[in-house]
């Protein structure tokens, strides 16, 4: 079956750190891999996503980029703001299973003035 | 335009009550998902809508759950005789096409189970 394994938080960090939260999966199939973010009081949003490999997703300074052979979807931002403060989930989903989202565990973020 | 709704936005019963979840997905949306997001289990698929397709309902946790989608737009979440366990934010999520397509979810109904 599909899994994702995401680092756990919480993660602290300053402003202007550089930030990575680590992703690795397992798949049935060539799957599609996605960044979500939650902020605090919010619902999920799609932050990037990959679908093929070698593809490199990015959004708001943030960057992944999809490594089959590594089965890896790292997240990273070079330069972070207290406004990236929030929950970061890492998906994949695949046609085999009707492309539903499985997620990881999720990596809270905090960023410190 | 739009995007996913979803209603109540919390919701406070009693354990052994029914309760309807409801989802409005984007108009011209397909594909329609239900997941679950709890502390213990995290972000977990419930029950999935594609066109007039069976639904796939793989990820429900017991028969008290079940969902519906009229005329291929909105969707209802039903939980039977609710228990404890069941309490968790209950996402709704649609998606236009049948591919990997971005989902794009409601802010969730709170269900708190006493």
């Known amino acids: 079956g599909n899994s994702v394994t995401q680092m756990e938080g919480p993660v602290t960090l300053s402003e202007e750190a550089f930030l990575t939260i680590n992703c690795t999966y397992t798949a049935t199939g060539y799957p599609s891999l996605f960044w979500y973010v939650q902020y605090p009081g919010e619902g999920l949003q799609l932050l990037l996503k990959?679908?093929?490999?070698?593809d490199k997703g990015s959004n708001k300074g943030f960057e992944a980029t999809y490594r089959k052979e590594t089965t890896s979807f790292h997240l990273e931002k070079g330069s972070v703001q207290v406004s990236d403060s929030a929950v970061y989930f890492c998906a994949l989903c695949t046609p085999a299973a009707g492309n539903k989202l499985t997620f990881g565990g999720g990596t809270r973020v905090l960023v410190k003035p | 335009g739009a995007g996913v709704s979803q209603s109540p936005s919390n919701k406070v019963t009693e354990k052994g009550k029914d309760v309807e979840l409801r989802c409005d997905p984007i108009?011209?949306?397909?594909?329609l998902y239900w997941y679950r997001q709890s502390l213990g289990q995290g972000l977990e698929f419930l029950i999935y809508f594609q066109g007039n397709s069976a639904p796939d309902k793989s990820g429900l946790p017991s028969d008290r759950f079940s969902a519906e989608r009229t005329g291929g737009s909105v969707s209802t979440l039903t939980i039977q005789r609710t228990q404890q366990e069941d309490s968790a934010v209950y996402l709704c999520?649609?998606?236009?096409?049948?591919?990997?397509?971005?989902?794009?979810f409601g802010p969730g109904t709170r269900l708190t189970v006493l």
């Open positions: 990959a679908t093929k490999a070698d």
């Open positions: 108009s011209g949306h397909t594909a």
């Open positions: 999520a649609s998606r236009y096409g049948g591919g990997p397509d971005t989902q794009y």
